[in-house]
């Protein structure tokens, strides 16, 4: 993600703190403005990144927000791979691939 190759709108956020916190700005090594920061008051966030074609992926990395003074981290999170997304279901503002 880092190297641009995904496009801008290949990554998306259930939520974000403020336009100047949007997906696209999810990407590893970004310092150009203020990280991807999900809403407040989700208690759930989640980035979907749509890689258009099957990938193994082999390692997962975060990073802070270089634009905040504390240097805000993930200090926890989960993976999820879904192959096909055409019989997905919306449940609550999440995606489930319950009954696939």
Not at 25 to 45: F, H, I, M
Not at 63 to 82: C, D, K, L, M, P
Request: charged share 15%.
């Amino acid at each position: 993600m880092g190297s641009g190759t995904i496009q801008d709108s290949n990554i998306i956020a259930y939520s974000e703190q403020s336009a100047s916190t949007p997906a696209r700005n999810g990407r590893l090594n970004y310092t150009s403005e203020s990280s991807w920061c999900a809403g407040t008051s989700d208690k759930d966030p989640y980035l979907q990144i749509d890689l258009q074609t099957l990938h193994i992926i082999c390692a997962v990395s975060t990073q802070g927000n270089s634009q905040f003074s504390n240097r805000s981290v993930v200090e926890e999170f989960h993976t999820a791979i879904i192959y096909r997304w055409d019989n997905l279901d919306r449940l609550q503002g999440r995606w489930t691939n319950q009954g696939i």
